[in-house]
Protein backbone atom coordinates (compact mmCIF):
# COMPACT_ATOMS: atom_id res chain seq x y z
CA UNK A 1 0.00 0.00 0.00
CA UNK A 2 2.89 2.46 0.79
CA UNK A 3 4.22 1.85 -3.28
CA UNK A 4 0.70 2.90 -3.84
CA UNK A 5 1.20 6.05 -1.93
CA UNK A 6 4.00 6.61 -3.33
CA UNK A 7 2.67 6.35 -6.78
CA UNK A 8 -0.26 8.58 -5.79
CA UNK A 9 1.96 10.68 -4.65
CA UNK A 10 4.34 11.32 -8.05
CA UNK A 11 0.98 11.17 -9.39
CA UNK A 12 0.23 14.21 -7.89
CA UNK A 13 3.15 16.27 -8.14
CA UNK A 14 2.92 15.82 -12.05
CA UNK A 15 -0.16 16.84 -12.18
CA UNK A 16 0.84 20.07 -10.56
CA UNK A 17 3.81 20.57 -12.53
CA UNK A 18 2.00 19.73 -15.66
CA UNK A 19 -0.80 22.92 -14.93
CA UNK A 20 2.12 25.28 -15.37
CA UNK A 21 2.30 24.40 -19.22
CA UNK A 22 -0.59 26.09 -21.32
CA UNK A 23 -1.67 23.13 -23.80
CA UNK A 24 -1.67 24.00 -27.52
CA UNK A 25 -4.38 22.45 -29.80
CA UNK A 26 -1.72 19.85 -30.79
CA UNK A 27 -0.51 18.54 -27.59
CA UNK A 28 -4.55 18.49 -26.31
CA UNK A 29 -6.30 17.11 -29.27
CA UNK A 30 -3.30 15.45 -31.38
CA UNK A 31 -0.76 14.76 -29.44
CA UNK A 32 -2.41 13.76 -26.39
CA UNK A 33 -1.18 12.14 -23.20
CA UNK A 34 -4.10 12.11 -20.89
CA UNK A 35 -6.09 9.09 -21.74
CA UNK A 36 -9.53 10.65 -21.71
CA UNK A 37 -8.18 12.07 -25.17
CA UNK A 38 -6.68 9.10 -26.10
CA UNK A 39 -9.81 6.98 -25.65
CA UNK A 40 -11.58 9.46 -27.47
CA UNK A 41 -9.20 9.22 -30.78
CA UNK A 42 -9.31 5.29 -30.50
CA UNK A 43 -12.85 5.77 -30.23
CA UNK A 44 -13.55 7.60 -33.44
CA UNK A 45 -10.59 5.94 -35.03
CA UNK A 46 -12.24 2.53 -34.52
CA UNK A 47 -15.71 4.12 -35.42
CA UNK A 48 -14.65 5.22 -39.20
CA UNK A 49 -12.92 1.67 -39.26
CA UNK A 50 -15.98 0.12 -39.04
CA UNK A 51 -17.92 2.26 -41.35
CA UNK A 52 -14.99 1.21 -43.98
CA UNK A 53 -15.59 -2.55 -42.64
CA UNK A 54 -19.30 -2.73 -42.93
CA UNK A 55 -18.83 -1.12 -46.06
CA UNK A 56 -17.17 -3.69 -47.23
CA UNK A 57 -19.30 -6.20 -46.32
CA UNK A 58 -22.76 -4.59 -47.85
CA UNK A 59 -20.86 -4.80 -51.45
CA UNK A 60 -19.59 -8.58 -51.25
CA UNK A 61 -23.67 -9.63 -50.07
CA UNK A 62 -24.68 -7.66 -52.87
CA UNK A 63 -22.69 -10.12 -55.12
CA UNK A 64 -23.31 -13.41 -53.14
CA UNK A 65 -27.45 -12.27 -53.09
CA UNK A 66 -27.56 -11.20 -56.96
CA UNK A 67 -24.24 -12.98 -58.78
CA UNK A 68 -23.10 -11.80 -61.89
CA UNK A 69 -25.30 -9.15 -61.97
CA UNK A 70 -24.20 -5.37 -62.55
CA UNK A 71 -24.18 -2.84 -60.45
CA UNK A 72 -23.29 0.63 -60.77
CA UNK A 73 -21.95 0.79 -57.15
CA UNK A 74 -19.06 -2.06 -58.29
CA UNK A 75 -18.30 0.47 -61.28
CA UNK A 76 -18.02 3.28 -58.78
CA UNK A 77 -16.23 1.57 -56.10
CA UNK A 78 -13.93 -1.08 -57.22
CA UNK A 79 -12.71 0.50 -60.85
CA UNK A 80 -11.04 -2.21 -62.92
CA UNK A 81 -11.86 -4.48 -60.01
CA UNK A 82 -15.08 -4.67 -61.63
CA UNK A 83 -15.69 -4.52 -65.40
CA UNK A 84 -19.00 -3.39 -66.38
CA UNK A 85 -20.08 -3.17 -62.86
CA UNK A 86 -19.43 -7.16 -62.25
CA UNK A 87 -17.59 -8.31 -59.59
CA UNK A 88 -14.45 -10.79 -59.88
CA UNK A 89 -13.46 -13.09 -57.99
CA UNK A 90 -10.54 -11.78 -56.91
CA UNK A 91 -11.82 -8.35 -55.68
CA UNK A 92 -14.37 -10.22 -53.81
CA UNK A 93 -11.88 -12.44 -51.81
CA UNK A 94 -9.92 -8.83 -51.18
CA UNK A 95 -13.02 -7.40 -49.84
CA UNK A 96 -13.66 -10.76 -47.05
CA UNK A 97 -10.20 -10.71 -46.14
CA UNK A 98 -9.77 -7.12 -45.43
CA UNK A 99 -13.43 -6.88 -44.18
CA UNK A 100 -12.65 -9.70 -41.53
CA UNK A 101 -8.90 -7.88 -40.90
CA UNK A 102 -10.90 -4.62 -40.21
CA UNK A 103 -13.42 -5.56 -37.78
CA UNK A 104 -11.33 -8.29 -35.47
CA UNK A 105 -8.31 -5.59 -35.11
CA UNK A 106 -9.01 -2.48 -35.73
CA UNK A 107 -12.92 -2.61 -34.85
CA UNK A 108 -13.27 -4.60 -31.54
CA UNK A 109 -9.49 -5.16 -30.66
CA UNK A 110 -9.10 -1.04 -30.89
CA UNK A 111 -12.72 0.09 -30.33
CA UNK A 112 -13.09 -2.14 -27.41
CA UNK A 113 -10.33 -2.13 -25.22
CA UNK A 114 -8.29 1.04 -26.51
CA UNK A 115 -11.33 3.35 -26.23
CA UNK A 116 -12.58 2.02 -22.46
CA UNK A 117 -9.46 0.41 -20.77
CA UNK A 118 -7.87 4.00 -21.46
CA UNK A 119 -11.11 5.95 -20.46
CA UNK A 120 -12.18 4.20 -17.52
CA UNK A 121 -9.05 2.15 -16.17
CA UNK A 122 -7.69 5.14 -13.94
CA UNK A 123 -10.67 6.32 -13.55
CA UNK A 124 -12.13 3.54 -12.04
CA UNK A 125 -9.11 2.89 -9.76
CA UNK A 126 -8.68 6.12 -8.46
CA UNK A 127 -5.48 7.00 -10.65
CA UNK A 128 -4.46 10.18 -12.14
CA UNK A 129 -3.41 8.61 -15.57
CA UNK A 130 -1.91 5.76 -17.16
CA UNK A 131 1.78 4.73 -15.95
CA UNK A 132 2.92 5.88 -18.69
CA UNK A 133 0.91 8.65 -20.53
CA UNK A 134 3.67 8.50 -23.22
CA UNK A 135 3.91 4.91 -23.97
CA UNK A 136 -0.26 5.45 -24.25
CA UNK A 137 0.47 8.39 -27.12
CA UNK A 138 2.74 5.89 -28.93
CA UNK A 139 0.41 3.49 -28.75
CA UNK A 140 -2.38 4.91 -30.39
CA UNK A 141 -0.23 6.76 -33.29
CA UNK A 142 0.96 3.12 -33.98
CA UNK A 143 -2.78 1.80 -34.00
CA UNK A 144 -3.46 4.84 -36.53
CA UNK A 145 -0.31 4.17 -38.27
CA UNK A 146 -1.53 0.60 -39.27
CA UNK A 147 -4.87 1.99 -40.35
CA UNK A 148 -3.38 3.84 -42.67
CA UNK A 149 -0.73 1.22 -44.16
CA UNK A 150 -4.02 -1.14 -43.75
CA UNK A 151 -6.40 1.31 -46.10
CA UNK A 152 -3.51 2.08 -48.09
CA UNK A 153 -2.89 -1.63 -49.76
CA UNK A 154 -6.60 -1.18 -51.08
CA UNK A 155 -5.00 1.72 -53.67
CA UNK A 156 -2.45 -1.01 -54.63
CA UNK A 157 -1.97 -1.47 -58.64
CA UNK A 158 -1.68 -5.36 -57.80
CA UNK A 159 -4.85 -5.20 -55.54
CA UNK A 160 -5.04 -5.56 -51.43
CA UNK A 161 -4.51 -8.95 -49.91
CA UNK A 162 -6.39 -11.85 -51.06
CA UNK A 163 -5.94 -14.45 -48.89
CA UNK A 164 -8.56 -14.30 -46.63
CA UNK A 165 -8.17 -12.34 -42.91
CA UNK A 166 -6.04 -15.80 -41.64
CA UNK A 167 -3.69 -15.24 -44.46
CA UNK A 168 -2.32 -18.82 -44.67
CA UNK A 169 0.39 -20.10 -46.92
CA UNK A 170 0.86 -20.71 -49.90
CA UNK A 171 -1.09 -17.91 -50.91
CA UNK A 172 -0.04 -15.53 -48.65
CA UNK A 173 4.02 -16.75 -48.95
CA UNK A 174 4.26 -16.28 -52.38
CA UNK A 175 4.01 -13.25 -54.39
CA UNK A 176 3.34 -14.50 -57.67
CA UNK A 177 0.29 -16.89 -56.41
CA UNK A 178 -2.47 -14.81 -57.30
CA UNK A 179 -2.37 -10.59 -57.98
CA UNK A 180 -3.20 -10.00 -54.16
CA UNK A 181 -0.30 -11.93 -53.02
CA UNK A 182 1.90 -9.15 -53.84
CA UNK A 183 2.45 -6.00 -52.90
CA UNK A 184 -0.98 -5.53 -51.27
CA UNK A 185 -0.04 -8.49 -48.94
CA UNK A 186 3.14 -7.02 -47.84
CA UNK A 187 1.42 -4.24 -46.47
CA UNK A 188 -1.14 -6.56 -44.61
CA UNK A 189 2.24 -7.84 -43.04
CA UNK A 190 3.37 -4.54 -41.74
CA UNK A 191 0.48 -3.09 -40.84
CA UNK A 192 -0.31 -5.98 -38.43
CA UNK A 193 3.26 -5.62 -37.13
CA UNK A 194 2.88 -2.41 -36.08
CA UNK A 195 -0.81 -2.70 -34.73
CA UNK A 196 1.19 -5.97 -32.58
CA UNK A 197 3.50 -3.14 -31.46
CA UNK A 198 1.13 -0.68 -30.43
CA UNK A 199 -1.54 -3.39 -29.00
CA UNK A 200 1.22 -4.65 -26.90
CA UNK A 201 2.64 -0.99 -25.46
CA UNK A 202 -1.26 -0.75 -24.53
CA UNK A 203 -1.32 -3.79 -22.70
CA UNK A 204 1.69 -3.48 -20.60
CA UNK A 205 0.55 0.20 -19.78
CA UNK A 206 -3.22 -1.22 -18.75
CA UNK A 207 -1.49 -4.03 -16.58
CA UNK A 208 1.05 -1.97 -14.74
CA UNK A 209 -1.54 0.98 -13.97
CA UNK A 210 -4.15 -1.65 -12.19
CA UNK A 211 -1.18 -3.49 -10.64
CA UNK A 212 0.43 -0.17 -9.12
CA UNK A 213 -1.22 3.34 -8.98
CA UNK A 214 -4.59 2.16 -7.41
CA UNK A 215 -5.97 4.51 -4.98
CA UNK A 216 -6.26 3.96 -0.84
CA UNK A 217 -8.53 1.23 0.01
CA UNK A 218 -8.88 -0.33 -3.80
CA UNK A 219 -7.97 -3.66 -3.09
CA UNK A 220 -7.90 -6.43 -6.37
CA UNK A 221 -11.69 -7.54 -4.53
CA UNK A 222 -13.42 -4.21 -4.65
CA UNK A 223 -12.15 -3.83 -8.06
CA UNK A 224 -15.30 -3.63 -10.73
CA UNK A 225 -15.69 -6.57 -13.00
CA UNK A 226 -15.14 -3.67 -15.95
CA UNK A 227 -11.55 -3.02 -14.64
CA UNK A 228 -10.97 -7.63 -13.99
CA UNK A 229 -11.76 -7.60 -17.78
CA UNK A 230 -9.83 -5.12 -19.24
CA UNK A 231 -6.78 -6.06 -17.09
CA UNK A 232 -6.84 -10.05 -17.62
CA UNK A 233 -7.78 -8.92 -21.42
CA UNK A 234 -4.21 -7.17 -21.68
CA UNK A 235 -2.52 -9.91 -19.76
CA UNK A 236 -3.82 -12.59 -23.16
CA UNK A 237 -2.69 -9.84 -25.51
CA UNK A 238 0.78 -10.20 -24.22
CA UNK A 239 0.88 -13.64 -24.03
CA UNK A 240 -0.49 -14.38 -27.32
CA UNK A 241 0.28 -11.33 -29.77
CA UNK A 242 3.72 -11.87 -30.12
CA UNK A 243 3.09 -15.52 -31.77
CA UNK A 244 1.68 -13.45 -34.52
CA UNK A 245 4.35 -11.60 -34.90
CA UNK A 246 6.63 -14.17 -34.76
CA UNK A 247 4.05 -16.14 -37.92
CA UNK A 248 4.03 -12.52 -39.64
CA UNK A 249 7.90 -12.22 -39.52
CA UNK A 250 8.93 -15.69 -40.48
CA UNK A 251 5.83 -15.43 -43.68
CA UNK A 252 8.23 -11.94 -44.64
CA UNK A 253 11.41 -14.02 -44.53
CA UNK A 254 9.65 -16.52 -46.86
CA UNK A 255 8.19 -14.21 -49.04
CA UNK A 256 11.52 -12.19 -49.75
CA UNK A 257 14.34 -13.87 -48.10
CA UNK A 258 14.12 -17.58 -49.47
CA UNK A 259 13.20 -19.42 -46.39
CA UNK A 260 11.06 -22.03 -46.52
CA UNK A 261 9.24 -21.76 -42.80
CA UNK A 262 5.52 -22.57 -44.07
CA UNK A 263 6.55 -23.51 -48.04
CA UNK A 264 7.30 -27.21 -49.53
CA UNK A 265 7.03 -28.97 -52.88
CA UNK A 266 5.41 -25.86 -54.29
CA UNK A 267 4.55 -25.99 -58.50
CA UNK A 268 3.08 -22.50 -60.46
CA UNK A 269 1.96 -23.39 -63.50
CA UNK A 270 4.14 -26.29 -64.11
CA UNK A 271 7.30 -24.38 -62.41
CA UNK A 272 9.15 -26.32 -59.71
CA UNK A 273 9.68 -24.00 -57.13
CA UNK A 274 12.70 -23.95 -54.88
CA UNK A 275 10.68 -24.49 -51.65
CA UNK A 276 10.89 -27.26 -49.52
CA UNK A 277 10.94 -28.77 -46.02
CA UNK A 278 8.77 -26.13 -44.55
CA UNK A 279 5.12 -27.07 -43.08
CA UNK A 280 1.50 -24.55 -44.20
CA UNK A 281 0.05 -26.18 -40.67
CA UNK A 282 2.78 -24.85 -38.90
CA UNK A 283 1.27 -20.80 -39.80
CA UNK A 284 -2.10 -22.47 -38.43
CA UNK A 285 -0.69 -23.00 -35.67
CA UNK A 286 1.20 -19.80 -34.81
CA UNK A 287 -1.72 -18.13 -36.18
CA UNK A 288 -4.64 -19.86 -34.03
CA UNK A 289 -2.35 -19.39 -31.02
CA UNK A 290 -3.20 -15.28 -31.73
CA UNK A 291 -6.66 -16.15 -33.42
CA UNK A 292 -8.69 -18.04 -30.84
CA UNK A 293 -7.21 -16.07 -27.83
CA UNK A 294 -7.88 -13.35 -30.03
CA UNK A 295 -11.42 -13.99 -29.61
CA UNK A 296 -11.98 -13.47 -25.94
CA UNK A 297 -9.30 -10.53 -26.10
CA UNK A 298 -12.35 -9.10 -28.34
CA UNK A 299 -15.37 -10.57 -25.91
CA UNK A 300 -13.94 -10.01 -22.42
CA UNK A 301 -13.92 -6.41 -22.44
CA UNK A 302 -17.51 -6.19 -23.74
CA UNK A 303 -18.45 -8.43 -21.08
CA UNK A 304 -16.86 -6.67 -18.30
CA UNK A 305 -18.74 -3.65 -19.80
CA UNK A 306 -21.91 -5.45 -19.85
CA UNK A 307 -21.60 -6.18 -16.43
CA UNK A 308 -20.97 -2.54 -14.76
CA UNK A 309 -24.09 -1.21 -17.18
CA UNK A 310 -26.71 -4.62 -16.11
CA UNK A 311 -25.83 -3.77 -12.19
CA UNK A 312 -26.21 -0.44 -12.74
CA UNK A 313 -29.68 -0.72 -14.51
CA UNK A 314 -31.02 -3.19 -12.40
CA UNK A 315 -30.05 -1.38 -9.30
CA UNK A 316 -29.05 -4.92 -7.80
CA UNK A 317 -25.91 -5.93 -6.74
CA UNK A 318 -24.00 -8.17 -9.57
CA UNK A 319 -24.74 -11.44 -8.51
CA UNK A 320 -21.92 -13.85 -7.71
CA UNK A 321 -18.68 -11.29 -7.98
CA UNK A 322 -16.25 -13.51 -7.08
CA UNK A 323 -17.65 -16.11 -9.66
CA UNK A 324 -17.69 -13.58 -12.09
CA UNK A 325 -13.84 -12.98 -11.33
CA UNK A 326 -13.20 -16.70 -11.26
CA UNK A 327 -14.96 -17.41 -14.75
CA UNK A 328 -12.67 -14.40 -16.51
CA UNK A 329 -9.84 -15.89 -14.90
CA UNK A 330 -10.83 -19.74 -16.18
CA UNK A 331 -11.57 -18.41 -19.60
CA UNK A 332 -8.33 -16.50 -20.10
CA UNK A 333 -6.46 -19.98 -19.13
CA UNK A 334 -8.42 -22.10 -21.00
CA UNK A 335 -8.35 -19.62 -24.16
CA UNK A 336 -4.91 -20.00 -25.00
CA UNK A 337 -5.00 -23.93 -24.85
CA UNK A 338 -8.13 -24.69 -27.27
CA UNK A 339 -6.67 -22.87 -30.68
CA UNK A 340 -6.46 -26.49 -32.35
CA UNK A 341 -10.46 -26.58 -32.92
CA UNK A 342 -10.32 -24.40 -35.94
CA UNK A 343 -7.77 -26.74 -37.33
CA UNK A 344 -9.94 -30.38 -36.97
CA UNK A 345 -9.83 -30.92 -40.88
CA UNK A 346 -6.16 -29.95 -41.28
CA UNK A 347 -5.15 -34.18 -40.99
CA UNK A 348 -4.97 -33.59 -37.33
CA UNK A 349 -4.04 -36.82 -35.01
CA UNK A 350 -7.37 -38.02 -34.06
CA UNK A 351 -6.62 -37.80 -30.26
CA UNK A 352 -5.05 -34.76 -30.37
CA UNK A 353 -8.44 -33.91 -32.08
CA UNK A 354 -10.27 -35.01 -28.90
CA UNK A 355 -7.79 -33.21 -26.53
CA UNK A 356 -8.68 -30.10 -28.14
CA UNK A 357 -12.61 -30.94 -28.35
CA UNK A 358 -12.43 -31.57 -24.30
CA UNK A 359 -10.75 -28.07 -23.73
CA UNK A 360 -13.25 -26.11 -26.04
CA UNK A 361 -16.05 -27.61 -24.50
CA UNK A 362 -14.63 -26.72 -20.54
CA UNK A 363 -14.36 -23.18 -21.82
CA UNK A 364 -18.51 -23.16 -22.03
CA UNK A 365 -18.64 -23.81 -18.54
CA UNK A 366 -17.43 -19.90 -17.05
CA UNK A 367 -19.06 -18.45 -20.19
CA UNK A 368 -21.77 -20.14 -18.84
CA UNK A 369 -21.62 -18.94 -15.41
CA UNK A 370 -21.43 -15.65 -17.10
CA UNK A 371 -24.26 -15.79 -19.11
CA UNK A 372 -26.55 -17.14 -15.85
CA UNK A 373 -24.75 -14.23 -13.33
CA UNK A 374 -26.48 -11.54 -15.71
CA UNK A 375 -29.79 -13.42 -15.68
CA UNK A 376 -29.64 -14.11 -12.19
CA UNK A 377 -29.00 -10.10 -11.64
CA UNK A 378 -31.83 -9.10 -13.77
CA UNK A 379 -34.61 -11.41 -12.31
CA UNK A 380 -36.73 -8.90 -9.97
CA UNK A 381 -34.79 -5.91 -10.94
CA UNK A 382 -35.63 -2.38 -11.03
CA UNK A 383 -34.61 -2.08 -14.87
CA UNK A 384 -33.90 1.37 -16.33
CA UNK A 385 -34.09 0.33 -20.00
CA UNK A 386 -31.81 2.60 -21.32
CA UNK A 387 -30.03 2.38 -24.91
CA UNK A 388 -27.12 1.23 -23.39
CA UNK A 389 -29.00 -1.62 -20.86
CA UNK A 390 -30.65 -2.83 -24.02
CA UNK A 391 -27.66 -3.14 -25.96
CA UNK A 392 -26.28 -4.94 -22.58
CA UNK A 393 -29.30 -7.52 -22.80
CA UNK A 394 -28.78 -7.77 -26.41
CA UNK A 395 -24.79 -9.11 -25.81
CA UNK A 396 -26.52 -11.54 -22.99
CA UNK A 397 -29.17 -12.99 -25.73
CA UNK A 398 -26.13 -12.94 -28.94
CA UNK A 399 -23.78 -14.43 -26.61
CA UNK A 400 -25.69 -17.46 -25.83
CA UNK A 401 -27.41 -18.32 -29.51
CA UNK A 402 -23.76 -17.72 -30.72
CA UNK A 403 -22.18 -19.73 -27.94
CA UNK A 404 -24.36 -22.78 -27.98
CA UNK A 405 -23.47 -23.74 -31.80
CA UNK A 406 -19.61 -23.25 -30.69
CA UNK A 407 -20.80 -26.49 -28.97
CA UNK A 408 -21.07 -27.87 -32.30
CA UNK A 409 -18.34 -26.68 -33.69
CA UNK A 410 -15.74 -27.20 -30.72
CA UNK A 411 -16.26 -30.87 -30.89
CA UNK A 412 -14.19 -32.59 -33.63
CA UNK A 413 -16.99 -35.05 -34.68
CA UNK A 414 -19.69 -33.27 -35.73
CA UNK A 415 -17.09 -30.12 -37.05
CA UNK A 416 -16.22 -31.89 -39.78
CA UNK A 417 -19.69 -31.42 -41.42
CA UNK A 418 -19.92 -27.95 -41.19
CA UNK A 419 -16.28 -26.94 -41.22
CA UNK A 420 -15.87 -23.87 -43.85
CA UNK A 421 -19.65 -23.52 -43.97
CA UNK A 422 -21.41 -20.64 -43.28
CA UNK A 423 -22.56 -22.31 -40.12
CA UNK A 424 -18.73 -21.03 -38.95
CA UNK A 425 -19.90 -17.47 -40.04
CA UNK A 426 -22.74 -17.12 -38.12
CA UNK A 427 -21.30 -18.76 -35.26
CA UNK A 428 -18.11 -16.30 -34.52
CA UNK A 429 -20.20 -13.20 -35.90
CA UNK A 430 -23.07 -13.62 -33.37
CA UNK A 431 -20.72 -14.87 -30.39
CA UNK A 432 -18.19 -12.35 -31.62
CA UNK A 433 -18.73 -9.84 -33.79
CA UNK A 434 -22.19 -8.82 -32.69
CA UNK A 435 -22.03 -9.43 -29.08
CA UNK A 436 -18.52 -7.82 -29.03
CA UNK A 437 -20.14 -4.60 -30.81
CA UNK A 438 -23.22 -4.57 -28.78
CA UNK A 439 -20.55 -4.30 -25.86
CA UNK A 440 -19.06 -1.08 -27.58
CA UNK A 441 -22.19 0.19 -28.42
CA UNK A 442 -23.78 -0.34 -24.89
CA UNK A 443 -20.61 1.55 -23.20
CA UNK A 444 -20.41 3.93 -25.68
CA UNK A 445 -24.20 4.93 -24.54
CA UNK A 446 -23.03 4.78 -20.57
CA UNK A 447 -20.07 6.52 -20.26
CA UNK A 448 -21.12 9.34 -23.12
CA UNK A 449 -21.79 11.58 -20.51
CA UNK A 450 -17.90 11.13 -19.26
CA UNK A 451 -16.41 11.12 -22.33
CA UNK A 452 -18.21 14.25 -23.82
CA UNK A 453 -20.09 16.03 -21.03
CA UNK A 454 -23.64 15.80 -23.01
CA UNK A 455 -26.27 12.92 -23.07
CA UNK A 456 -27.40 11.05 -26.64
CA UNK A 457 -30.26 11.39 -27.82
CA UNK A 458 -32.34 8.18 -26.26
CA UNK A 459 -35.16 8.00 -28.72
CA UNK A 460 -32.39 7.25 -31.65
CA UNK A 461 -30.83 5.22 -29.21
CA UNK A 462 -33.64 2.98 -28.79
CA UNK A 463 -34.10 3.01 -32.77
CA UNK A 464 -30.37 1.92 -33.31
CA UNK A 465 -30.83 -1.32 -30.52
CA UNK A 466 -34.00 -2.60 -32.03
CA UNK A 467 -33.92 -2.26 -35.43
CA UNK A 468 -30.09 -3.51 -35.11
CA UNK A 469 -31.08 -6.25 -32.98
CA UNK A 470 -33.61 -7.99 -35.14
CA UNK A 471 -31.53 -7.04 -38.40
CA UNK A 472 -28.11 -8.98 -36.93
CA UNK A 473 -30.57 -11.50 -36.19
CA UNK A 474 -32.02 -11.66 -39.79
CA UNK A 475 -28.42 -11.78 -41.48
CA UNK A 476 -27.19 -14.52 -38.91
CA UNK A 477 -29.66 -16.96 -38.42
CA UNK A 478 -30.52 -18.05 -41.74
CA UNK A 479 -26.90 -18.44 -42.27
CA UNK A 480 -27.14 -21.74 -39.61
CA UNK A 481 -29.46 -23.31 -42.08
CA UNK A 482 -27.74 -23.05 -45.32
CA UNK A 483 -24.26 -23.78 -43.58
CA UNK A 484 -25.60 -26.98 -42.46
CA UNK A 485 -26.97 -27.58 -45.99
CA UNK A 486 -23.77 -27.46 -47.20
CA UNK A 487 -23.11 -24.01 -48.09
CA UNK A 488 -19.15 -23.28 -48.91
CA UNK A 489 -17.52 -19.57 -47.25
CA UNK A 490 -15.53 -17.24 -49.24
CA UNK A 491 -17.11 -18.30 -52.69
CA UNK A 492 -17.88 -15.55 -54.77
CA UNK A 493 -21.22 -17.17 -56.37
CA UNK A 494 -22.94 -20.79 -56.24
CA UNK A 495 -24.25 -20.28 -59.44
CA UNK A 496 -21.97 -23.49 -60.90
CA UNK A 497 -23.84 -25.62 -58.16
CA UNK A 498 -27.22 -26.40 -59.29
CA UNK A 499 -27.54 -28.21 -55.72
CA UNK A 500 -27.58 -24.44 -54.08
CA UNK A 501 -29.97 -23.18 -55.99
CA UNK A 502 -32.79 -23.46 -53.44
CA UNK A 503 -30.61 -21.68 -51.14
CA UNK A 504 -30.53 -18.29 -53.31
CA UNK A 505 -33.72 -16.70 -52.09
CA UNK A 506 -31.83 -17.15 -48.73
CA UNK A 507 -29.13 -14.99 -49.20
CA UNK A 508 -31.33 -12.14 -50.54
CA UNK A 509 -33.01 -12.89 -47.29
CA UNK A 510 -29.56 -12.02 -45.74
CA UNK A 511 -28.44 -9.34 -47.95
CA UNK A 512 -31.73 -7.29 -47.24
CA UNK A 513 -31.33 -7.84 -43.11
CA UNK A 514 -27.64 -6.43 -43.85
CA UNK A 515 -28.11 -3.68 -45.65
CA UNK A 516 -30.94 -2.26 -43.58
CA UNK A 517 -28.83 -3.12 -40.41
CA UNK A 518 -25.89 -1.15 -41.77
CA UNK A 519 -28.18 1.34 -43.21
CA UNK A 520 -29.32 1.84 -39.29
CA UNK A 521 -25.30 2.46 -37.85
CA UNK A 522 -26.05 5.52 -39.84
CA UNK A 523 -28.64 7.02 -36.76
CA UNK A 524 -25.95 6.02 -34.20
CA UNK A 525 -23.54 7.94 -36.05
CA UNK A 526 -25.64 11.32 -36.50
CA UNK A 527 -26.98 10.53 -32.51
CA UNK A 528 -23.18 10.09 -31.79
CA UNK A 529 -21.22 13.39 -33.26
CA UNK A 530 -24.48 15.97 -33.28
CA UNK A 531 -25.04 14.75 -29.63
CA UNK A 532 -20.85 16.31 -28.89
CA UNK A 533 -22.39 19.63 -29.33
CA UNK A 534 -26.27 19.58 -28.81
CA UNK A 535 -26.27 17.29 -26.55
CA UNK A 536 -28.52 17.96 -23.65
CA UNK A 537 -25.41 18.90 -20.60
CA UNK A 538 -24.37 15.90 -18.27
CA UNK A 539 -24.83 15.75 -14.35
CA UNK A 540 -21.93 14.50 -12.96
CA UNK A 541 -23.50 11.01 -11.76
CA UNK A 542 -26.40 10.59 -14.56
CA UNK A 543 -26.66 6.93 -13.73
CA UNK A 544 -26.56 7.23 -10.37
CA UNK A 545 -23.66 5.22 -10.31
CA UNK A 546 -21.43 3.60 -7.25
CA UNK A 547 -18.04 3.69 -9.24
CA UNK A 548 -14.92 6.10 -9.12
CA UNK A 549 -15.43 7.99 -12.75
CA UNK A 550 -18.36 9.35 -11.83
CA UNK A 551 -16.88 11.03 -8.54
CA UNK A 552 -14.81 13.42 -11.50
CA UNK A 553 -16.23 16.74 -11.82
CA UNK A 554 -17.66 16.86 -15.82
CA UNK A 555 -15.62 19.23 -17.43
CA UNK A 556 -12.35 17.30 -17.77
CA UNK A 557 -8.97 18.40 -16.62
CA UNK A 558 -5.60 16.94 -16.72
CA UNK A 559 -5.54 14.33 -13.63
CA UNK A 560 -9.11 13.79 -13.39
CA UNK A 561 -9.60 15.00 -9.42
CA UNK A 562 -9.37 18.53 -8.42
CA UNK A 563 -8.08 17.61 -5.74
CA UNK A 564 -7.03 14.94 -3.46
CA UNK A 565 -7.83 11.62 -4.84
CA UNK A 566 -11.00 9.55 -2.75
CA UNK A 567 -10.30 6.70 -0.97
CA UNK A 568 -12.33 3.91 -1.52
CA UNK A 569 -14.33 1.98 1.48
CA UNK A 570 -16.07 -0.59 -0.32
CA UNK A 571 -17.07 -2.59 -3.33
CA UNK A 572 -18.39 -0.90 -6.66
CA UNK A 573 -22.26 -3.14 -6.48
CA UNK A 574 -23.92 -1.53 -3.27
CA UNK A 575 -27.40 -0.91 -4.61
CA UNK A 576 -30.49 -0.79 -3.05
CA UNK A 577 -28.77 -1.75 0.19
CA UNK A 578 -30.74 -1.53 3.21
CA UNK A 579 -29.84 -1.75 7.07
CA UNK A 580 -31.77 -3.83 9.73
CA UNK A 581 -34.30 -1.43 9.78
CA UNK A 582 -34.99 -2.02 6.36
CA UNK A 583 -34.02 1.61 5.27
CA UNK A 584 -31.47 2.24 2.42
CA UNK A 585 -27.25 2.77 4.44
CA UNK A 586 -28.07 6.46 2.50
CA UNK A 587 -32.06 7.90 2.99
CA UNK A 588 -33.49 8.17 0.68
CA UNK A 589 -30.87 6.94 -2.48
CA UNK A 590 -30.93 3.52 -3.85
CA UNK A 591 -27.22 3.08 -4.48
CA UNK A 592 -23.94 4.07 -1.67
CA UNK A 593 -20.68 4.93 -3.95
CA UNK A 594 -17.56 3.26 -3.01
CA UNK A 595 -15.99 6.51 -1.17
CA UNK A 596 -18.93 6.26 1.39
CA UNK A 597 -17.53 4.65 4.13
CA UNK A 598 -19.05 1.88 6.06
CA UNK A 599 -21.36 3.17 8.47
CA UNK A 600 -21.12 1.54 12.25
CA UNK A 601 -22.80 -2.01 11.61
CA UNK A 602 -22.65 -1.71 8.25
CA UNK A 603 -21.65 -5.80 6.60
CA UNK A 604 -19.34 -5.08 3.75
CA UNK A 605 -20.81 -6.95 1.15
CA UNK A 606 -18.33 -8.90 -1.56
CA UNK A 607 -20.49 -11.82 -2.74
Not at 38 to 47: D, F, P, R
Not at 277 to 291: A, K, R, Y
Request: charged letters at 10%; proline letters at 4%; aromatic letters at 14%.
Amino acid sequence: MSAIATNVAAHDHHDDHGHHHKQTFITKYIFSQDHKMIAKQYLITGLIMGIIGIAMSILFRIQLAWPEQSFWIFDVLLGKWAPDGVMSPSIYLALVTIHGTIMVFFVLTAGLSGTFSNLLIPLQIGARDMASGFLNMVSYWLFFLSCVIMLSSLFVESGPAMAGWTIYPPLSALPQAISGSGTGMTLWLVAMAVFIASSLLGSLNYIVTVLNLRTKGMSMTRLPLTIWAFFVTAIIGVVSFPVLLSAALLLIMDRSFGTSFFLSDIFIEGEVLAHQGGSPVLFEHLFWFLGHPEVYIVILPALGITSEIIATNSRKPIFGYRAMVASILAIAFLSTIVWGHHMFVSGMNPFLGSVFTFTTLLIAIPSAVKAFNYITTLWKGNLQMNPGMLFSIGLVSTFITGGLTGIILGDSTLDINVHDTYFVVAHFHLVMGISALYGLFAGVYHWYPKMFGRMMNKNMGYIHFWVTAVGAYGVFFPMHFIGMAGLPRRYYTNTAFPYFDDLADVNVIITVSAIITALVQLVFIYNFFSSMFFGKKAVQNPWRSNTLEWTTPVEHIHGNWPGAIPSVYRWAYDYSKTNEDGNYVIAGQDFVPQTVPLQKDEEELNH
